[in-house]
T-cell receptor, first 109, second 116 residues
Framework: GQNIDQPTEMTATEGAIVQINCTYQ??????LFWYQQHAGEAPTFLSYNVLDGLEEKGRFSSFLSRSKGYGYLLLKELQMKDSASYLC??????????WGAGTKLIIKP | SQTIHQWPATLVQPVGSPLSLECTVEGTSNPNLYWYRQAAGRGLQLLFYSVGIGQISSEVPQNLSASRPQDRQFILSSKKLLLSDSGFYLCAWSAQGSNSGANVLTFGAGSRLTVL
């Protein structure tokens, strides 16, 4: 079966750095996505990786290692508004998105 | 710019009653349309997707159905709701014909359904 694993919950301090990991076992691979979802709201797109390496986008960066079936989302200079759930998703060989359960990130002052 | 509207935002329905959730997209033509359900502690579950008018693919067998009567309209329905249908329902769209590249999903605001 296809599976996406990410931690259920993480806590970090305002101004710090946090790394949210995602490991996957899927039928083929056509990209890894990160979405942010604030409580009670819709997910919004953050990043996309299809080649190995680090993609940087302001305070947020995303990394992929296809050989390890692994990626992570790195958030720097954390702000209170970054408190949200972060969803990892992988597009498989049928171009269907397989979603992780999400990581709830709690930011403390 | 493209926008997606989904309604109602919340609803409380008795078991056995019908359901209709509606989603419309503006500012684009021939989008791919999706209905997802999100349960606490679980990943987004794809219920239905559509690549064109009248073309519906069902991913999970259940008492829900979907229809696409117009290019930018997607409706999720049920004739008789079950308790297990409670959840957060999300409509989404993506650009047609671009499976490569990011082809980002854009979600509606969601509909929270409680079945009592």
């Amino acid at each position: 079966g296809q599976n996406i694993d990410q931690p259920t919950e993480m806590t970090a301090t305002e101004g710090a750095i946090v790394q949210i990991n995602c490991t996957y076992q899927t039928s083929g691979f056509n990209g890894l996505f990160w979405y942010q979802q604030h409580a009670g709201e819709a997910p919004t797109f953050l990043s996309y990786n299809v080649l190995d390496g680090l993609e940087e986008k302001g305070r947020f960066s995303s990394f992929l290692s296809r050989s390890k079936g692994y990626g992570y989302l790195l958030l720097k200079e954390l702000q209170m508004k970054d408190s949200a759930s972060y969803l990892c998703a992988v597009r498989d060989s049928n171009y269907q998105l397989i979603w992780g359960a999400g990581t709830k990130l709690i930011i403390k002052p | 710019s493209q926008t997606i509207h989904q309604w109602p935002a919340t609803l409380v329905q008795p078991v056995g009653s019908p359901l209709s959730l509606e989603c419309t997209v503006e500012g684009t033509s021939n989008p791919n349309l999706y209905w997802y359900r999100q349960a606490a502690g679980r990943g987004l579950q794809l219920l239905f997707y559509s690549v064109g008018i009248g073309q519906i693919s069902s991913e999970v067998p259940q008492n829900l159905s979907a229809s696409r009567p117009q290019d930018r309209q997607f409706i999720l329905s049920s004739k008789k709701l079950l308790l297990s249908d409670s959840g957060f329902y999300l409509c989404a769209w993506s650009a047609q014909g671009s499976n490569s590249g990011a082809n980002v999903l854009t979600f509606g605001a969601g509909s929270r359904l409680t079945v009592l």
